[in-house]
């Protein structure tokens, strides 16, 4: 009802929308009206009542709720079905259930806030009400099961050109899916699968975009290896527009891949890696070593040169 009455409001522009014809546009009473009126008021609309005229929208809050997000985004089909909420564990979590549930392909879940969001081998992710992107993407493609690493990549290129087109920040991509700028993380990606041995069910992109957060508003413990895009511009900005971006990006890397396969993607993530060429520690799951990273292969894998052989790297954490 919310998101109609914004519609409606939206459309109007500069004129006042009489309580009398919403009420009836949206069969429901005028108290009603009102009533949401007065929530979208709390949630930092800044809607103009006059008792004669009705009303008239002034301002929109960065919210990332359904409403905004349709009136700014392009793509034909990724991000059309929107699952938004105030507060959730983690989105990641949230998503694998709608999943089960048989969520569409390009069904994306929002949250404005997570109270367990989580990283990558076990960590947390900190996730303050509105000040950043917290969101999970579902796709169903027919990839095998091992290609799932492709997804990572695709949406860490396609983060990276939104951040670079919507701020001018020049970021950069460190092995497997962490955007840096200037040494310091701006976003994490997390890729969750459920597969059968030749199959693919579905795969959950959880990607966490740090936007307006101030230094002071980042715990101590990752104050000097984290960052936002408030930090490096010295200016709030607009998660809806960023969020539009990074989807119609999405959208595009996936047709590729779908259409061309996956070395366009690879090209354009070594274009914006900051891992090769580097002199690099592998922390694996087994074992911790040093080498230079050389390429990624076809799967997403690192191949690092230690002197005497070329390590394959598929899962771990690389620290330059
Ligand atoms: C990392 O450790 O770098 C990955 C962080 C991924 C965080 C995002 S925020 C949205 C989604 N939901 C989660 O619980 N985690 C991911």
Redesign the pocket.
């Given at each position: 009802m919310r998101s109609e009455i914004l519609t409606i409001l939206r459309k109007a522009g500069e004129e006042y929308v009489s309580g009398a014809y919403l009420a009836e546009r949206l069969s429901v009473s005028r108290t009603a009206i009102w009533k949401h009126i007065c929530a979208l008021k709390e949630d930092g609309y800044d809607i103009d009542s006059k008792s004669r005229n009705g009303y008239r929208i002034i301002s929109s809050p960065d919210l990332l709720t359904p409403g905004e997000i349709n009136a700014v985004l392009s793509t034909e089909f990724l991000g059309h079905n929107i699952k938004y909420y105030k507060s959730v564990d983690?989105?990641?979590?949230v998503s694998k259930l709608l999943a089960q549930q048989n969520a569409e392909e390009g069904t994306i879940l929002i949250s404005e806030e997570?109270g367990?969001?989580?990283?990558?081998?076990s960590?947390g992710?900190f996730?303050p009400s509105r000040k950043g992107i917290?969101?999970?993407l579902i796709l169903r493609p027919n990839f095998l099961p091992q290609e799932a690493p492709k997804c990572t990549l695709m949406a860490a290129v396609a983060i990276s050109k939104a951040i670079r087109s919507v701020t001018g920040v020049e970021v950069g991509i460190k092995w497997p899916?962490?955007i840096l700028y200037e040494g310091k993380?701006l976003v994490?990606?997390?890729t969750e699968m459920n597969a059968e041995m030749e199959r693919i069910n579905y795969i959950i992109i959880?990607?966490?975009i740090n936007v307006n957060i101030t230094h002071a508003e980042v715990p101590e413990e990752i104050r000097d290896s984290a960052t936002s895009l408030l930090q490096i511009t010295g200016k709030k900005i607009s998660r809806v527009e960023l969020l539009c971006a990074i989807l119609a990006e999405l959208e595009n890397e996936y047709v590729i891949i779908r259409e061309k396969g996956f070395s366009p993607i690879l090209d354009e993530w070594k274009k914006f890696s900051v891992t090769l060429g580097q002199e690099i520690k592998v922390i694996g799951i087994n074992e911790t070593f040093h080498g230079k990273a050389v390429n990624i292969d076809d799967y997403g894998a690192l191949l690092v040169d230690t002197g005497n052989k070329i390590e394959r790297v598929l899962a771990g954490d690389v620290s330059i």
């Open positions: 983690s989105t990641n979590n997570q367990n969001g989580k990283g990558r081998l960590r992710w996730s917290w969101f999970s899916n962490d993380k994490g990606i997390l959880g990607m966490g």
